[in-house]
């Protein structure tokens, strides 16, 4: 029985493990990103509508890279605190669309870090 392998250098080794870091940095970033306009999408269906500033103030921000990203959703209008904490109906719309969203994003980033 005959067997063979490819020996790597040292060098080889630690550019490929390199390439494949930076791959699942952006991989995650895009997909920390991705995630963050599904919660605002989602979360604009359940926001509550008088006038639609509200709904309309919705936003996703996303700063830093690769591992440091960091990616904020919320809204703007001066408002929406008091509406999030206290609509007779909706009350925490925007933190329960995040919550029933968890197993998706848990699942989603776990991809995106294997590759």
């Known amino acids: 029985m005959r067997m063979s392998a490819k020996v790597m250098n040292v060098r080889d080794v630690i550019q490929s493990l390199e390439r494949a870091t930076e791959?699942?940095?952006?991989?995650?970033?895009?997909?920390?990103?991705?995630?963050?306009?599904?919660?605002?999408?989602?979360?604009?269906?359940?926001?509550?509508?008088?006038?639609?500033?509200?709904?309309?103030?919705?936003?996703?921000?996303?700063?830093?890279?690769?591992?440091?990203?960091?990616?904020?959703?919320?809204?703007?209008?001066?408002?929406a605190i008091y509406v999030h904490e206290t609509h007779p109906t909706k009350k925490k719309f925007l933190e329960k669309t995040y919550r029933s969203l968890i197993p998706i994003i848990r699942k989603e980033l776990m991809d995106a870090l294997e590759g």
């Not at 989602?42 to 006038?51: F, G, I, N, S």
């Open 23 to 79: 791959d699942m940095e952006r991989d995650f970033s895009k997909t920390l990103k991705r995630m963050g306009l599904l919660i605002q999408r989602e979360a604009m269906k359940v926001t509550p509508v008088d006038l639609g500033v509200l709904k309309l103030s919705a936003f996703t921000k996303s700063q830093g890279k690769g591992f440091d990203t960091v990616v904020s959703v919320g809204y703007g209008a001066s408002y």
